[in-house]
């Protein structure tokens, strides 16, 4: 065997193999929890391994030949302790799997591990996590450290979705045609959570947590590989580099957030851009138009405007009539309220925010606050924006967003009372 010599790209091979290996030991073993912990041992004999003997020829069957050693181990181990009250029992033993390579190095399993992780049994907190860790390939203290929990905490959530997954009784295997595009859409939405929790951090002193939006962006490119004629897929790839795109010019040298109406926009990745383009391009011209899609149409027209006045509203506002009508998210109803003051002016938006007050979804929620705070002083009614924006400030966990909108009330308040403005009243 030819080995070839450890580097950079040999670590994300590791990450990009482990949903493979995983995949091919569950469809053997047929258990979740005890597969993942022996896929995860032979990532870690890799690790100490390839640096010093080089890179297998075949890492993915080496890989699954060391788990499955791991597997073996276990079941005999399992089967002794049941049965050792009988020693007859003891030398049968239990049957075992062969640990022969030769029929599991070419078949992929990564999307049926991508379904089982995202199975409508889990909470979405549970298969987050658990895709992170099982398809991932992140160890639990890094998943722990991205949502800003303790490592124990994230250990029984993971722990708790392995379980659920083992008591739902799911085989291993692609669902039906008919289950198909429910499962498929829990997939979707879950690294659609990841993305935007990388993004904009929900909490914390950082704005953007790039490991999560990254890992988003490699999971959904992982889903679009094997998935090439789905058109939401490629949509959602394509919003999430048209969105990403932007990641370098969102924050100041201090952390500070810069809105988009701010950004340098020369900042922008054009590689990213142009390739969400492209996927975005394809997608649309095979027919069926998804939210996903729609989506990323509105963040490609954000991003080839050259500036900020350059913006096509009315091409937006549209696109949002369009998305409203497929998709009951009362973001979107938000975002569309934005788009109708732009292109209307902001009466109009404070009016389509009002039906938002009652929608317990999103109702006490800090971005209602913010845009309404934002569309009061498009109005010229200061006082109430600065109350708005305070309210808003005061409502969001997230340290950049909150310094954002103090700032901005502190902005509006010390204009009110300039000595300009005094001298005019």
Same mark, same amino acid.
């Given at each position: @065997? ?68 791991? @597997? ?354």
């Amino acid at each position: @065997m030819t080995t070839k010599p450890w580097d950079t790209a040999s670590e994300h091979l590791l990450r990009e193999l482990a949903p493979q290996v995983l995949g091919a030991v569950i469809r053997r073993f047929h258990d979740f929890a005890a597969a993942e912990d022996a896929v995860q041992e032979a990532l870690m004999a890799a690790a100490v391994q390839w640096p010093q003997q080089g890179v297998p020829d075949n890492p993915r069957g080496w890989l699954i030949q060391v788990a499955a050693r791991r @597997m073996t181990d276990y079941l005999r181990s399992a089967a002794a302790r049941r049965l050792r009250e009988s020693a007859v029992a003891m030398e049968a033993g239990q049957p075992v799997p062969s640990t022969d390579i030769e029929d599991e190095t070419e078949q992929d399993d990564t999307l049926m591990l991508f379904f089982m992780c995202c199975h409508p049994a889990l909470t979405p907190s549970s298969a987050i996590a658990l895709t992170l860790r099982a398809v991932g390939g992140l160890t639990t203290a890094e998943i722990a450290s991205a949502f800003l929990v303790p490592e124990a905490t994230m250990a029984q959530r993971i722990s708790r979705a392995k379980q659920s997954i083992k008591a739902s009784g799911v085989p291993f295997q692609l669902p039906t045609s008919q289950e198909r595009a429910q499962r498929l859409g829990a997939v979707l939405h879950v690294l659609y959570l990841i993305f935007n929790e990388g993004y904009t951090s929900s909490a914390g002193p950082q704005l953007q947590r790039l490991e999560l939006a990254r890992e988003a962006i490699r999971l959904t490119r992982s889903i679009h590989s094997l998935l090439l004629d789905d058109g939401e897929v490629a949509g959602l790839l394509a919003l999430m580099l048209l969105t990403d795109a932007r990641r370098a010019a969102r924050t100041g040298p201090d952390g500070e957030l810069i809105p988009l109406t701010k950004q340098d926009r020369t900042l922008w990745d054009p590689a990213e851009i142009s390739e969400g383009i492209a996927l975005l391009t394809a997608a649309l011209s095979k027919g069926s138009i998804g939210a996903y899609q729609l989506q990323a149409a509105i963040a490609a027209v954000h991003d080839e405007a050259a500036r900020a006045k350059d913006t096509d509203w009315p091409q937006i506002l549209a696109l949002y009539e369009l998305l409203k009508r497929i998709s009951d998210n009362p973001m979107v109803e938000l975002n569309h309220a934005i788009a109708r003051a732009m292109v209307d002016g902001p009466s109009q938006g404070l009016e389509l925010l009002k039906a938002l007050d009652s929608d317990t979804r999103i109702a006490g929620h800090h971005r209602l606050d913010a845009v309404r705070a934002h569309l009061l002083e498009m109005a010229g009614d200061g006082q109430a924006a600065i109350a708005h924006y305070r309210i808003a400030a005061s409502r969001t966990t997230s340290i950049p967003e909150r310094n954002y909108l103090m700032t901005q009330a502190a902005r509006l308040s010390e204009s009110s009372t300039s000595p300009d403005q005094s001298a005019a009243r």
